[in-house]
Each structure stands twice: as structure tokens, then as C-alpha cells.
């Protein structure tokens, strides 16, 4: 871990100004000096120019260059970690969802917006699937591992370690995944009532989209006797949902065959036999040049179009060229649900997206609903950037006359 007394990074002057704001992320490029052995993952102490302490974080490679851990001089030992697990399980605690009869998955540890920089635990049903995204927190599992395990006591039955693919890939660490405590077979969990196959292992993220969970609910409330179309289903989260509000028929697609088979299964869990699903592996703008006046209420929800800032301008194109199709196609008086879950797209950006695929269409549009992540994904206020899920609902009327 190398001795955090002797590491040392002091910033350049008036670089100081977003720690004095709690911000927890050290720039490379506000670094004027660092002393002592500031490996990535090593414990760092940060100074100002002044030489006036400021915080204490983990070295990481990249243009964050320190994730901060605490603003006041404390040891980074068990006890540490241990109560910043505890304040995480409080929130989820206040928020009703950890002794909930119809709902037993949740976030437990949502990164910076925990002040757990790097961390990401996701809980369904006595398995806490554990991501790291930095190799400080890595380097700490056996810690982290150990507070869970004191902290939620008997509610744990395995904790599993999915960070084969979330680590830098710059870091000179090969995680595999694996149990990091117990074992646990692939299992059903429920969310609002309803169940689903929690695939851990194989799935993206680890296993479910958790974050839809309140945007799947507002969903169901609109969809009775509507055609609906689920577009990037992957699990069929918004599917079941949606036939649970009694829609008169459900379309899922996705391009990823597999997504369709889990999309297939949950629905199937929920509703056995029931005829008003149908599941297509396709390509979404194809399938969606295919639909016009075919559906009036349609999801939009596709993986994140943009993971860095550098991209973004791609990712607006897509989202545009996406909701625009969207809008083009819906039925009048049709609903549309769109999202964005990209870090670096802004709400007012997405907002600001969506709009010009609406004025390329010619239709009248209007905003419902404006949506975000759920409380246990919550958004520390010093890190604005830890808003990553965007949604707005729509309401599309005129005419959807084909536009060459």
C-alpha cells in the first residue's frame, strides 16, 4: 500500500479550489510534485501549494490521478472502511428497500456517491456482487470483504468478486472473478413484486439493471392496452413491467441473441405462457425502420453511447439519429420513454439531444416525466458527475407521415 505518511502529491497553486469544495477527484494536471512511492493503488496524502493538508486518496494512472477517500487526516484502516459500509446500508435502510416483502435487490454501495471512490456492490437476495473500479479499492477486498460481512451479518450468503473487466486496463493487476466468501447458485430475485433470473456470472454489469428499477414502474402505469415496443430489452426489465400494466401486446429487441433468451425467461417466470410476448434478435434502426404506426408506447434505453468525453460528440449523433426514429415511427398520442446512461451527456444536453430529433420530425412533443437514478444510487452534491441516468418521457402527437 506504500506508507501514506511519506506519499505525498502538493498541487500547483489555486488548484486547491474544487477540494475546498469536496470534489473527490484529483486532476493530473493540477499536480506540481509528488514524493514517496505513488504506485497506482497506493494510499496518498494530498497538499496545497502552502503545504496545508487538503485530503487523503488512492494514486490511480490517468487524468484522475487521485480518488479521494476522506478530507480530514484519519487513518485508512478497517474501521475505516467498516463505517463507510454502515453509512451505506443506513441509506438503503431509510430508503425501505432492505426489508421489502416485493423487493430484495438493490444497490448497496453506489461509488462516489457512498464516498467509496472505486466501489460498487450490487445485493440480490444474500449475494453482494462486488465491482472494483480502481486498484486502491482492489487492493483493499479482504477489508471490504470482512465489513460486509460484519456489517449486514446473516443477510449475506455470498459475496462474488466481478472485476475481470472493470479494473484500468492500464493496471498491472489480472483480477478474476470469483467468491470472495460462500457460494451461490444463479437464483430468482424480485423487484416490485416481480421476478427475474439474476445471471452474475454471465450478465453485463453484475447481472440486472438495477437503477430502472422506479423508471420500470413508472412504466407499468402507462401501459395498459398499449402496443409496446422494448427497444435494447437485454433482461426485459421494462417487458414484464409493462405486460404487468396490462398492455395488450409486448415486442422485445435486442441484437444480442443471448439478451433475448434471459428476455424470454423473465417474462416467461412472470407471465408462463402467456401470448402477448414476442422477442426479436435485431438490429435496432432496421427494426425500427419496420415500425411505423405499429406501437404507442415505446422504450428507448440503449448501453452508453458515450464513456468518455471524447466520444461525446458520436454519442449525440446516435442519440439523436435514435429518438428521432423514435418520434418518426410512434403511433399519435403515442409515449415514448428515452434514456441516456452515459457519465459525460449532461441532462440539458440530453434534454437539449432530444429536442432537435423532435424538431426534425415535425411532430409535437412534450415532457411528461423527467427521470434520474434511484435513491440507492445517490448523487453525492460535490459530485455532480455521479448523475450518469437520464430520462425523459415524451408525448408525441401529428401525424407520423414517413419523412424522406
Same mark, same amino acid.
Given at each position: 500500500m506504500g506508507h501514506p505518511e511519506q506519499n505525498k502529491?502538493?498541487?500547483?497553486?489555486?488548484?486547491?479550489?474544487?477540494?475546498?469544495?469536496?470534489?473527490?477527484?484529483?486532476?493530473?494536471?493540477?499536480?506540481?510534485? %509528488?514524493? %514517496?512511492?505513488?504506485?497506482? %493503488?497506493?494510499?496518498?496524502?494530498?497538499?496545497?501549494?502552502?503545504n496545508q493538508y487538503l485530503a487523503t486518496g488512492h494514486c490511480q494512472i490517468g487524468s484522475i490521478a487521485v480518488r479521494i477517500l476522506t478530507f480530514k487526516e484519519e487513518p485508512i484502516d478497517y474501521n475505516f472502511w467498516k463505517q463507510r459500509i454502515v453509512n451505506a446500508w443506513q441509506l438503503r435502510k431509510a430508503t425501505g428497500l432492505t426489508d421489502s416483502p416485493t423487493n430484495n435487490v438493490y444497490r448497496l454501495i453506489h461509488g462516489e456517491g457512498d464516498h467509496l471512490p472505486g466501489l460498487i456492490v450490487d445485493y440480490y437476495a444474500g449475494v453482494a456482487v462486488v465491482?472494483?473500479?480502481?486498484? %486502491?479499492?482492489?487492493?483493499?477486498?479482504?477489508?471490504?470483504?470482512?465489513a460486509l460481512l460484519d456489517v449486514l451479518g446473516d443477510k449475506i450468503t455470498a459475496i462474488y468478486d466481478k472485476s475481470e473487466s472493470t479494473l484500468p486496463y492500464k493496471a498491472t493487476i489480472n483480477p478474476q472473478n470469483g467468491y470472495l466468501y460462500g457460494k451461490a447458485e444463479n437464483f430468482i430475485a424480485l423487484e416490485n413484486g416481480l421476478k427475474f433470473n439474476v445471471d452474475w456470472l454471465e450478465g453485463q454489469k453484475t447481472g440486472f439493471f438495477i437503477d430502472q428499477r422506479e423508471n420500470r414502474r413508472l412504466l407499468e402505469k402507462y401501459a395498459q392496452d398499449k402496443t409496446v415496443l422494448n427497444m435494447f430489452c437485454y433482461t426485459g426489465g421494462f417487458s414484464f413491467y409493462a405486460m404487468r400494466g396490462g398492455a395488450k401486446l409486448v415486442h422485445s429487441v435486442d441484437v444480442s441473441a443471448r439478451a433475448i433468451e434471459l428476455a424470454n425467461q423473465n417474462v416467461e417466470l412472470n407471465f408462463p405462457g402467456d401470448p402477448r410476448h414476442e422477442a426479436f434478435a435485431e438490429e435496432a434502426f432496421k427494426f425500427l425502420e419496420n415500425s411505423y404506426n405499429k406501437y404507442d408506447l415505446?422504450?428507448?434505453?440503449?448501453?452508453?453511447?458515450?464513456?468518455?468525453?471524447?466520444?461525446l460528440n458520436n454519442a449525440i449523433q446516435g442519440y439523436e439519429k435514435l429518438n428521432r426514429k423514435g418520434i418518426e415511427i410512434i403511433k399519435p398520442g403515442g409515449i415514448i420513454f428515452t434514456f441516456s446512461c452515459s457519465q459525460v451527456m449532461t441532462r440539458e444536453l440530453f434534454r437539449q439531444t432530444v429536442f432537435t430529433a423532435a424538431a426534425n420530425t415535425g411532430r409535437k412533443v412534450r415532457i411528461l416525466h423527467q427521470l434520474t437514478q434511484p435513491a440507492d444510487h445517490p448523487i453525492s452534491i460535490y459530485h455532480p458527475e455521479g448523475e450518469y441516468l437520464k430520462g425523459l418521457v415524451l408525448y408525441v402527437e401529428g401525424s407520423n407521415i414517413k419523412i424522406k
Amino acid at each position: 500500500m506504500g506508507h501514506p505518511e511519506q506519499n505525498k502529491i502538493i498541487l500547483k497553486p489555486g488548484k486547491d479550489r474544487s477540494v475546498f469544495r469536496y470534489h473527490p477527484w484529483i486532476f493530473s494536471g493540477a499536480i506540481a510534485k %509528488g514524493e %514517496g512511492d505513488l504506485q497506482e %493503488g497506493n494510499l496518498v496524502k494530498v497538499y496545497n501549494s502552502d503545504n496545508q493538508y487538503l485530503a487523503t486518496g488512492h494514486c490511480q494512472i490517468g487524468s484522475i490521478a487521485v480518488r479521494i477517500l476522506t478530507f480530514k487526516e484519519e487513518p485508512i484502516d478497517y474501521n475505516f472502511w467498516k463505517q463507510r459500509i454502515v453509512n451505506a446500508w443506513q441509506l438503503r435502510k431509510a430508503t425501505g428497500l432492505t426489508d421489502s416483502p416485493t423487493n430484495n435487490v438493490y444497490r448497496l454501495i453506489h461509488g462516489e456517491g457512498d464516498h467509496l471512490p472505486g466501489l460498487i456492490v450490487d445485493y440480490y437476495a444474500g449475494v453482494a456482487v462486488v465491482q472494483f473500479h480502481s486498484v %486502491g479499492m482492489y487492493l483493499e477486498r479482504e477489508n471490504i470483504t470482512k465489513a460486509l460481512l460484519d456489517v449486514l451479518g446473516d443477510k449475506i450468503t455470498a459475496i462474488y468478486d466481478k472485476s475481470e473487466s472493470t479494473l484500468p486496463y492500464k493496471a498491472t493487476i489480472n483480477p478474476q472473478n470469483g467468491y470472495l466468501y460462500g457460494k451461490a447458485e444463479n437464483f430468482i430475485a424480485l423487484e416490485n413484486g416481480l421476478k427475474f433470473n439474476v445471471d452474475w456470472l454471465e450478465g453485463q454489469k453484475t447481472g440486472f439493471f438495477i437503477d430502472q428499477r422506479e423508471n420500470r414502474r413508472l412504466l407499468e402505469k402507462y401501459a395498459q392496452d398499449k402496443t409496446v415496443l422494448n427497444m435494447f430489452c437485454y433482461t426485459g426489465g421494462f417487458s414484464f413491467y409493462a405486460m404487468r400494466g396490462g398492455a395488450k401486446l409486448v415486442h422485445s429487441v435486442d441484437v444480442s441473441a443471448r439478451a433475448i433468451e434471459l428476455a424470454n425467461q423473465n417474462v416467461e417466470l412472470n407471465f408462463p405462457g402467456d401470448p402477448r410476448h414476442e422477442a426479436f434478435a435485431e438490429e435496432a434502426f432496421k427494426f425500427l425502420e419496420n415500425s411505423y404506426n405499429k406501437y404507442d408506447l415505446i422504450i428507448l434505453d440503449p448501453p452508453a453511447f458515450a464513456k468518455h468525453q471524447n466520444v461525446l460528440n458520436n454519442a449525440i449523433q446516435g442519440y439523436e439519429k435514435l429518438n428521432r426514429k423514435g418520434i418518426e415511427i410512434i403511433k399519435p398520442g403515442g409515449i415514448i420513454f428515452t434514456f441516456s446512461c452515459s457519465q459525460v451527456m449532461t441532462r440539458e444536453l440530453f434534454r437539449q439531444t432530444v429536442f432537435t430529433a423532435a424538431a426534425n420530425t415535425g411532430r409535437k412533443v412534450r415532457i411528461l416525466h423527467q427521470l434520474t437514478q434511484p435513491a440507492d444510487h445517490p448523487i453525492s452534491i460535490y459530485h455532480p458527475e455521479g448523475e450518469y441516468l437520464k430520462g425523459l418521457v415524451l408525448y408525441v402527437e401529428g401525424s407520423n407521415i414517413k419523412i424522406k
